[in-house]
T-cell receptor, first 111, second 114 residues
């Protein structure tokens, strides 16, 4: 089983739609959670951190459910420019701090 | 402010040849990471440096991969000899420190081994 699992998609939605991505992680000791965005043939960039109480940044809302080891990302009022791959990232607390990246969920926003 | 710089951006070599990738992190970032990203997958950590010290190289295939960061600034990742399965994007990232500090990625080097 992968340490971080995501639905690969693609999610194909019209502009203005609301879309949600889910992610599960296997290490219950993980303490830090992030969503990164990666455009086609570009490098990953931090989209937002995910806090226990949930957090919002404009049209983006991230939620964490520690009991279920589940993270979500909600995008409201989708824009064409939101088309990208969204990577769920979890830290691994062992002998050395390490980020574990999911395989990503691809989003396509159509006009 | 300049971001993470990597070169070359693309490299095509034949199997069994050596190859080297170079990375210059953001100025002042003492933590440097090398990641490997296969198509359709997320980045996987190969090695992490704190200044010039490799503090986590547990995922680096040491039989053919090596890395160095001699002066604690720029870094080189080498593969010798390259195999077909090494074809991937090699990403360098840097951060102000380890832990939850944001990692900033370079554009990557796309390696094709024929």
């Amino acid at each position: 089983r992968k340490e971080v699992e995501q639905d690969p998609g693609p999610f194909n939605v019209p502009e203005g739609a609301t879309v949600a991505f889910n992610c599960t992680y296997s290490n219950s000791a993980s303490q830090s959670f992030f969503w990164y965005r990666q455009d086609c043939r570009k490098e990953p960039k931090l989209l937002m951190s995910v806090y226990s109480s949930g957090n919002e940044d404009g049209r983006f809302t991230a939620q964490l459910n520690r009991a279920s080891q589940y993270i979500s990302l909600l995008i409201r009022d989708s824009k064409l420019s939101d088309s990208a791959t969204y990577l769920c990232v979890v830290n691994k607390m062992d002998s050395s701090y390490k980020l574990i990246f999911g395989s990503g969920t691809r989003l396509l926003v159509r006009p | 402010e300049a971001g993470v710089v990597q070169s070359p951006r693309y490299k095509i070599i034949e199997k069994k040849q050596p190859v080297a990738f170079w990375c210059n992190p953001i100025s002042g970032h003492n933590t440097l990471y090398w990641y490997l990203q296969n198509l359709g997958q997320g980045p996987e950590l190969l090695i992490r440096y704190e200044n010039e010290e490799a503090v986590d190289d547990s995922q680096l295939p040491k039989d053919r991969f090596s890395a160095e960061r001699l002066k604690g600034v720029d870094s080189t990742l080498k593969i010798q000899p390259a195999e077909l399965g090494d074809s991937a994007v090699y990403l360098c990232a840097s951060s102000l420190g380890s832990g939850d500090n944001e990692q900033f990625f370079g554009p990557g080097t796309r390696l094709t081994v024929l």
